[in-house]
């Protein structure tokens, strides 16, 4: 399977500071015929399903703040929250769907410093 | 609206079996592959099983093969995960998912359920 490592494992951040959270997968989730990065980042409030924020490493999704940017190709992998908002307090996932045995990072809690 | 809805959960004794429902509108169903993530107690994501948007390839957590059975009717526009064997490892809520692509195995997952709470407990 593909191990995916998420760092760090909790983060606290001041509102409207950045937040970075990274992800690395244990294998190359880079697909050479069409450079494509099988990545995805979640965010997943209390009580809440996770929703999708980025697919493909670095799309964003419909309706997703543009403050959300997910960067990084091959191994590595960023998201980056340009700019906390309160309502960004949640646990940020990684998944990889570079082979049909899915697997996601452990999660990154995220909270307001 | 794309709407999913897990049914089936409860409190179970271990060792014994359950079937998981997920009812799907607002979609194309029958051209979508679905799958199945679970997420035990204050515990993070893990992904259980998935289905091709024709049935025909099903997918399964090495760890879970053998005791994970997933199916769909399109008819119904229903995905079923069968679990048998449950142990304590398993109280989790399950939730139901739907691939972003259509007709594509290697697809994130657009839609999610509410999800289902399954315990298993004596």
């Known amino acids: 399977d593909i191990v995916m490592t998420q760092s760090p494992d909790s983060l606290a951040v001041s509102l409207g500071e950045r937040a970075t959270i990274n992800c690395k997968s244990s294998?190359?989730?880079?697909?050479?015929?069409?450079?494509?990065?099988?990545l995805g980042w979640y965010q997943q409030k209390p009580g809440q399903p996770p929703k999708l924020l980025v697919s493909w490493a670095s799309t964003r999704e419909s309706g997703v703040p543009d403050r959300f940017t997910g960067s990084g190709s091959g191994t590595d992998f960023t998201l980056t929250i340009s700019s906390l908002q309160a309502e960004d307090v949640a646990v940020y996932y990684c998944q990889q769907y570079y082979n049909t045995l899915i697997t996601f990072g452990q999660g990154t809690r995220l909270e307001i410093k | 609206q794309v709407q999913l809805v897990e049914s089936g959960g409860g409190v179970v004794q271990p060792g014994r079996s359950l079937r998981l429902s997920c009812a799907a509108s607002?979609?194309?169903?029958?051209?979508?592959?679905m799958h199945w993530v679970r997420q035990a107690p204050g515990r993070g994501l893990e992904w259980v099983a998935g289905i091709s948007f024709d049935g025909s390839t099903k997918y399964f957590a090495d760890s879970l093969k053998g005791r994970f059975t997933i199916s769909r009717d399109n008819s119904k526009n229903t995905v079923y995960l069968q679990v048998n064997s449950l142990g304590a490892e398993d109280t989790a809520v399950y939730y139901c998912?739907?691939?972003?692509?259509?007709?594509?195995?290697?697809?994130?997952?657009?839609?999610w359920g509410q999800g289902t709470l399954v315990t298993v407990s004596s």
């Open positions: 294998q190359t989730i880079l697909y050479n015929s069409n450079e494509m990065n099988y």
């Open positions: 998912a739907k691939a972003l692509g259509s007709n594509g195995d290697y697809e994130p997952f657009d839609y």
């Open positions: 607002g979609f194309r169903f029958s051209t979508y592959g």
